[in-house]
Nanobody, 124 residues
């Protein structure tokens, strides 16, 4: 099994920044990708960003490209998401996830393990 624990969420004003972290533990040796998704009440969980764990290739949703940066620390099995120039519409619960197999990086159903989420609130 794999455990994921997110941290770093909070309340920030529009234009501000936050850095989210996701620490992975357990059977993490066969990860293909790690990603971030977000969800607001009444809406489906949407893809934010992902990266290939071994090669470091990155992927972003159009809505965050140029403002968010995904990165990793392989030695610590930790995933990061730097959120810059935040907007009120970025308000959501942010989840990290692990994908074991190949497949679309943006499809929620392709991810096998999920964290409990961390709240990001951006005030206008």
């Amino acid at each position: 099994q794999v455990q994921l624990v997110e941290s770093g969420g909070g309340l920030v004003q529009a234009g501000g920044s936050l850095r989210l972290s996701c620490a992975a533990s357990g059977r993490t040796f066969n990860m293909n990708r790690m990603g971030w998704f977000r969800q607001t009440p009444g809406k489906v969980r949407e893809f934010v960003a992902a990266l290939t764990w071994n090669g470091g290739r990155t992927y972003y949703a159009d809505s965050v490209r140029g403002r968010f940066t995904i990165s990793r620390d392989n030695a610590k099995n930790t995933l990061f998401l730097q959120l810059n120039n935040l907007k009120p519409e970025d308000t959501a619960v942010y989840y990290c996830a692990i994908q074991i197999d190949s497949g679309s990086y943006s499809r929620e159903s392709n991810y096998d393990y999920w964290g409990q989420g961390t709240q990001v609130t951006v005030s206008s």
